[in-house]
């Protein structure tokens, strides 16, 4: 078995905002993590677009606009609680054994009903 082990960075300007970006402004160094993600296309033309409008690497863009975004849900979702899992009584849940949706036929959720179609053809 192989283990991966990634290597922590040291980053410059990880609090990094988009007026520090504007205004050249710079903040202390602080360890950092390579993150893989999937972004679409078009998101990444416009961060493209932006870096080089800025004159900054694309990396910089992305940490001003996470903390940014992420300063935002903190003000925006302060208080605030998800709303609470449905739970469905035994009595209506479907009779297939780990399955917690609500029965809708024959004793099945609607996913079970379809499989159970499929496999009777
Ligand atoms: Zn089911």
Do not use: F
Request: proline share 6%; net charge positive.
């Amino acid at each position: 078995m192989t283990l991966l082990r990634r290597k922590d960075h040291d980053m410059p300007n990880a609090k990094l905002g988009l007026d520090d970006l504007v205004s050249r402004g710079k903040a202390g160094r602080e360890v950092s993590k390579l993150m893989t993600v999937k972004v679409p296309t078009a998101l990444l033309a416009r961060l493209d677009a932006l870096a080089a409008k800025l004159r900054v690497k694309k990396t910089e863009v992305v940490v001003a606009m996470l903390n940014e975004g992420l300063d935002t849900a903190d003000t925006e979702l302060k208080g605030w609680k998800p709303p609470p899992k449905i739970v469905i009584p035994k009595a209506r849940r479907c009779t297939v054994s780990g399955c917690e949706r609500e029965k809708v036929a024959h004793g099945l959720c609607p996913t079970h009903y379809q499989a159970q179609r499929r496999a009777q053809g």
